[in-house]
């Protein structure tokens, strides 16, 4: 063939892919077979090959995954990401309806399905899909455009030549988180909970071949600049963006007006979502004139224009087969209900804390009752209530242990307090738990060290503290000789191990299990101290100056930092090479920025205390709650307190709100 026949040929094939995949993934009606498609697709992947001149981001052949990223890159939402307000019941939506009518606004509304799956936002310049990022914390997200890409009802170029940016939801189907969990019981992994928790894990993955692989799909239901292409109603939005080529629920959208129809619209929905193929959690009421959503406005969090009415809670009967004890990694005993399997929402629930003695006695639980259990959304599951008239005479008093169910030693428990305690420092479950903790996800990260595993390496002697984890590698004879570990896996967990030394410090921060310090305050701790040594130098002051660390968390980390066993445990593992430093999710960096203590007063318009915060930790800055000489700027918004005065008093420099808003507005 021809160079130019080549090409010719290429561009062919990509139109007649993306159309098949357009007609089957968006519009549900497919003209291809699957033998016809994958003939095509194959023809096109060789020539991409053959060609690599031709070969084009936007193909459809970049559609089944393939490239690996080492980290999320951050994105600024250049408008604000916002979630919606929450209403429970009717009479919240009439009051939400009367805000409305109260601004002499025509009760005019859009109803769709909130879809249960995590926001996404797609940019496109000159109709070419060019990233896709998470909400995060809706001022910043994450760059997931490689995965993105792999979802087969998003476009990677779109009918109009445009610019545009268009937000929606990615979701997992019902069918494929049953698929994907049964194969993952065969291979012995753990399933993923719920459709949510899955597509958000899917969308996470470094490497898209995996991300391609989970079957995530889109629904499109957001324009965030409608005026830019002259639309003035929201239901024309989703007209326009549906004739761009993505994929809007026509189905699942309602214009209706006044309370009476929102309510026909939501019992009708109640009725029907658990014979849809996806999950809904609720349904979004948003004003339609685009005018009117204007006038409206925003608060700091949420549009006014709208809100999410939530399914109530479901729930179900079952069996408390019993009621069984663990034991934390701060010695906490919680007793813990033992249910017969059941599925609320999606999940099968085996086990619910009962949290502590006081709770199991004031629900008056015994073992044997029939029980309801409650769960909403992704929040865990709860031990409504015992179904006392069911009780037949043989159900059995719940009686608090007096010793720990693992060392024997006598529990604590303090006045005032609710919690009993396993006091004894080398009680091997406290001892296990915190070896869990440390290789858990958010904290080392070590894939395949999860509680039976380690259970197994302690009973054996071969892990007793975080270093020995580091020197199992010496153990892998053994190791392989076992039962139920084979050559490979052994290998695998061997090299994860030693892939965890390189992880981020938030990450080591937080594996070792300081009490009070979860992975989020973790990460705002390293971007601000930067290594381990200077965590281990800092006063009493310097943490209790952070904002959202108060006196205890102050307390709790100085003292970690000084005591010998902490300080010998450190001064090991540097010695085996675990990195000690922070590493930056993107190390961002700005003149004004970087390396400076700020105090933020008074109120900002423009953005929350709490996102501008977020954004100058970002960037390396630090965030404190009270103004002193270590201060370098005081950022004052409207009637801003005391700290503006002590700010001018120490000679402090001020910015005004129009200073950081132009700073934050030019950020890359
Ligand atoms: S509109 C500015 N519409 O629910 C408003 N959100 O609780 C943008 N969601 O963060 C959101 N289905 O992830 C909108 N039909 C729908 C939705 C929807 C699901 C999610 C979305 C949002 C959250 C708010």
């Known amino acids: 063939m021809k160079s130019n026949e080549v090409l010719e040929r290429i561009l062919y094939l990509r139109d007649l892919i993306n159309k098949a995949n357009y007609e089957y993934y968006v519009l ?13 697709l194959r023809e096109l992947e060789n020539l991409e090959l053959e060609f690599p001149e031709y070969d084009s981001e936007t193909s459809p052949t970049k559609k089944v995954g393939g490239e690996v990223i080492d980290r999320f890159k951050k994105v600024i939402h250049k408008i604000p990401m916002l979630s919606l307000p929450d209403v429970f019941d009717i009479m919240e939506i009439e009051d939400f309806n009367t805000r409305v009518v109260k601004e002499n606004i025509e009760p005019t509304y859009v109803c769709e399905y909130k879809i249960d ?34 979802i087969k009802s998003v476009p990677l170029t779109i009918n109009k030549p445009i610019d545009i940016e268009v937000r929606g939801e990615i979701y997992m189907s019902k069918k494929v988180l049953e698929e994907i969990n049964k194969k993952r019981e065969l291979e012995g992994q753990p399933i993923l909970q719920n459709v949510r928790n899955a597509a958000a894990g899917s969308i996470r993955q470094l490497d898209s071949k995996i991300a391609a692989e989970r079957k995530l799909d889109t629904w499109i239901y957001h324009l965030p600049n409608p005026e830019d292409y002259g639309i003035e109603t929201h239901s024309d939005a989703l007209t326009f963006m549906s004739e761009l080529g993505f994929k809007v629920n026509k189905e699942a959208n309602k214009i209706v007006k006044g309370i009476k129809e929102i309510e026909e619209y939501i019992n009708k929905i109640s009725n029907i979502r658990h014979d849809l193929p996806y999950e809904i959690d609720g349904i979004v009421i948003k004003v339609n004139s685009l005018l009117s959503q204007k006038q409206l ?20 009967l079952t069996k408390l087969q019993d009621i069984v004890f663990t034991v934390g990694r701060t010695g906490r005993i919680t007793p813990n209900a033992v249910l017969e399997p059941v599925i609320v929402m999606g999940s099968t629930i085996k086990r619910a804390t009962l949290h502590n003695e006081d709770y199991v006695i004031m629900k008056d639980l015994k073992i044997g009752d029939i029980v309801s259990i409650r769960k909403a959304g992704d929040v865990i599951p709860e031990v409504v209530e015992a179904k006392k008239e069911r009780r037949q005479g043989s159900e059995k008093e719940f009686i608090m242990i007096n010793n720990c169910p693992i060392c024997g030693s006598v529990l604590e428990k303090k006045k005032d307090q609710v919690d009993h305690y396993c006091v004894n420092l080398s009680c091997p479950a406290r001892k296990v738990e915190s070896l869990i903790h440390f290789c858990s996800r958010k904290a080392m990260n070590i894939d395949g060290l999860g509680i039976e595993i380690m259970e197994d390496l302690f009973n054996m002697d071969f892990i007793r503290h975080i270093p020995d984890i580091y020197a199992l590698h ?84 100085y003292n970690y930092f000084h005591n010998i066993d902490n300080i010998e445990l450190i001064e090991k593992l540097k010695t085996i090479g675990l990195n000690m430093n922070y590493l930056g999710e993107n190390e961002r960096h700005h003149d004004l920025i970087s390396g400076k203590r700020f105090v933020l007063t008074g109120t900002l318009t423009f953005m929350d205390r709490d996102s501008l915060s977020n954004i100058i930790i970002d960037y390396g800055g630090m965030t404190s709650s009270s103004v002193s000489k270590k201060t370098d700027v005081v950022i004052v918004g409207d009637n801003p307190g005391s700290k503006y005065e002590k700010a001018k008093e120490l000679n402090i420099e001020i910015w005004n709100e129009e200073k950081i808003k132009d700073i934050v507005n030019n950020l890359e």
């Not at 549900?28 to 095509?40: A, G, I, N, R, V």
């Not at 310049?125 to 914390?137: H, M, N, P, V, W």
């Open 297 to 316: 406005g925003f608060t700091s969090k949420y549009p006014k224009w709208a809100v999410a009415y939530k399914f109530p809670a479901e729930e179900v």
């Open 28 to 40: 549900d009606k497919p003209t291809l077979t699957d033998q016809e498609f994958d003939k095509y």
């Open 474 to 557: 010496e153990h892998k004879k053994d190791l392989i000789e076992l039962e139920g570990y084979g050559n490979k896996s052994v290998d695998n967990l061997l090299a994860a191990i030693e892939d965890s030394k390189s992880n981020s410090l938030e990450r080591l921060l937080f594996g070792l299990g300081i009490s009070g310090i979860g992975d989020k305050t973790a990460l705002l701790l390293v971007k601000i101290f930067k290594n381990i040594d200077n965590l281990m130098n800092a006063t009493y002051d310097d943490f209790k100056n952070i904002k959202d660390i108060g006196p205890t968390l102050a307390d709790n980390l």
């Open 117 to 150: 799956g995590l926001s996404v936002s797609l940019h496109y310049e000159q109709g070419k899909l060019i990233f896709a990022s998470t909400r995060g914390d809706g001022i910043t997200g994450e760059d997931i455009t490689h995965n993105v890409k792999t």
